[in-house]
């Protein structure tokens, strides 16, 4: 981390999240004397670089750590240091920690919109608050024309360090498998059944457990690629561009509002979905589909107590050797066509509804069930962006346009009635009905640059995440993702930006050659 900007360099990455890190780390090992510099307008939180704020140890810092993330107003003065706070939270307007909230612009009158829209501006992005579920997509979720997505969701699993089986020991995980099993896995292909959910973590061996953020993705080659500058607090407002060839950044330094260049073979923009279509768009790069296809994971949740669990024989930790911690025992419940909702399993350690007094549940026999539907895809979701207002950072001004369609009614109602059904395989309600969230509650925007087969209007980007029409100029993020998906979307954002940058790293080589 330096304050020093180099002037020149042969990649410069915009935003410090996963996939903008995904980037540097490639190039690192791929073409380790490109000269890299990635500019992120929030500040370093944690150390190292990018590190999840779960893995600060002391509350007070963790808590600092996540109010430094909610950008330049930060909303309300919460200061709660659980990054689930909120699962439960029947608030439209739901924000965790370490996220912001669109201001305005997030619902236009007669619409659904996305209340829920929400962005972090730290280095290491969202990547730094997290769950970190890194389910592979299935059937209609996949890229249909990506014929190496496997060995490129591969590759995503190794940045991030997933782990399918970190917390298969914990309390009643595996009763809470063998339960889901049992009701849903009849029918399923081997690949699609109940399992763990595979996590962004390392479950050390003294069971200490450090959650993946970008600091992961960066790794150690990059931190020791001499040629790799991470700055912090710099505003990227422009992407320059000439003669159809990406040529550089217009940069902001935040700390004393001082402007400069940074000239660029190869400009990479992986600022999320609401703020790499707003950089485009501000650099006059708008191809028709900008912005447009915006879709979230409409996200039911329900939560139940198991039923007839034994605590001395279920519960491999009676004697209390390995504590449950949140989001220990997480069980994956795959999309497939016929079953298209994407399950994720998670036993609590605190029960989100209020329970009696003296009812205190066995570590791990409350289980919250969050169920997402993938979105009816159509151009006129979409995020706008104003010529003439500006939002808290100077930048264009946002405006959703977001609809529900019929067949969203009917998914998110079949989801509900889903959840339910699994629950009662599972135990006994809290509540006696499942909770809907509202758009946007999901975090998982997808689509706004999204990648198409050919240039024929209704993408922004190719197979490589190279901008149509503007060499050089890469986008990242999850609004790369062109299928609707119900999964977490994480790891295929991941995967993409792991094909965009050996396409650098390719250009480059072929130039020097
Ligand atoms: P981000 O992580 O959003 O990073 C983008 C960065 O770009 C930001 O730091 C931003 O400040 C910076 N930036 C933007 N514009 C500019 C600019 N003009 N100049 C300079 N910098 C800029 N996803 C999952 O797949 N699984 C999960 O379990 C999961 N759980 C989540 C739980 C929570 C509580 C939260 C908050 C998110 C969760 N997500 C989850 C979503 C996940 O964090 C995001 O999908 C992921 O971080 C996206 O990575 P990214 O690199 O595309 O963007």
């Known amino acids: 981390m330096t304050r020093h900007i180099p002037a020149d360099v042969d990649v410069a990455i915009v935003g410090s999240g996963p996939t903008g890190a995904a980037y540097a780390r490639i190039l690192s090992e791929e073409c380790p004397t490109a000269r890299i510099a990635l500019f992120e307008v929030g500040p370093l939180i944690s150390d190292p670089p990018g590190t999840h704020v779960k893995n600060i140890a002391n509350a007070d810092e963790r808590a600092r750590a996540q109010r430094l993330s909610e950008g330049p107003s930060p909303l309300g003065d919460d200061t709660s240091t659980n990054t689930m706070d909120g699962y439960a939270d029947a608030a439209p307007r739901l924000v965790r920690p370490g996220t912001f909230l669109l201001r305005d612009g997030y619902q236009q009158p007669g619409e659904d919109g996305l209340p829920g829209a929400a962005m972090s501006a730290n280095v290491g992005g969202m990547g730094a608050h997290w769950t970190g579920a890194c389910p592979r997509p299935g059937d209609s979720e996949r890229i249909s024309y ?9 590759e995503a699993e190794r940045l991030l360090a997933v782990d399918a089986h970190a917390f298969d020991d914990a309390p009643f995980a595996s009763e809470v498998r063998k339960r889901l099993a049992d009701a849903l896995d009849n029918g399923r292909d081997p690949t699609r059944r109940v399992a763990s959910m595979p996590l962004a973590v390392v479950r050390h061996d003294d069971g200490r457990v450090t959650w993946s953020g970008s600091d992961v993705v960066f790794g150690d080659v990059t931190r020791a690629n001499p040629n790799f500058t991470l700055v912090s607090d710099a505003l990227v407002t422009r992407v320059l561009h000439a003669n159809g060839r990406a040529a550089g950044l217009l940069i902001k330094d935040m700390a004393d509002g001082t402007e400069l260049t940074v000239s660029a073979r190869q400009v990479v923009v992986a600022g999320d979905s609401l703020r ?13 589909a900008l912005g447009r296809y915006l879709n979230d994971q409409p996200q039911t949740v329900y939560a139940v107590r198991l039923r007839d669990v034994d605590s001395e024989a279920d519960n491999p930790d009676v004697d209390g050797d390995t504590a449950i911690v949140a989001h220990s025992g997480v069980n994956w419940v795959p999309f497939t066509d016929d079953e298209p909702f994407h399950g994720q399993v998670m036993q609590l350690d605190a029960s989100p509804v209020p329970l009696a007094d003296d009812d205190i549940p066995t570590p791990g026999t409350i289980v919250g069930l969050g169920w997402f539907c993938a979105k009816d895809v159509q151009a006129s979701d979409r995020v706008e962006f104003s010529d003439t207002d500006v939002d808290d950072y100077g930048m264009p001004a946002m405006s959703i346009h977001y609809r529900l369609t019929d067949n969203d009614h009917a998914s998110i109602a079949a989801a509900r009635a889903a959840v339910v059904r699994v629950g009662a395989a599972l135990g006994e309600a809290l509540d006696p009905e499942p909770l809907t969230f509202g758009p946007g509650a999901s975090l998982h925007y997808q689509g706004t640059v999204r990648m198409g ?21 890469y986008v990242a993020g999850n609004g790369v993702i062109p299928t609707p998906t119900a999964c977490n979307p994480t790891l295929t954002a991941v995967a993409l930006a792991v094909a965009g940058a050996r396409d650098i790293a390719t250009h480059i080589l072929v130039e020097r050659n």
């Not at 990506?146 to 591969?154: F, H, I, M």
């Open 146 to 154: 990506l014929n190496n997505l496997d060995d490129l969701l591969a």
């Open 276 to 288: 790499t279509p707003q950089l485009l768009w501000a650099s006059n790069i708008r191809p028709a």
């Open 453 to 473: 087969e050919t240039n024929d209007g209704t993408s922004v980007c190719s197979p490589t995440s190279e901008v149509w029409d503007i060499d050089g100029l």
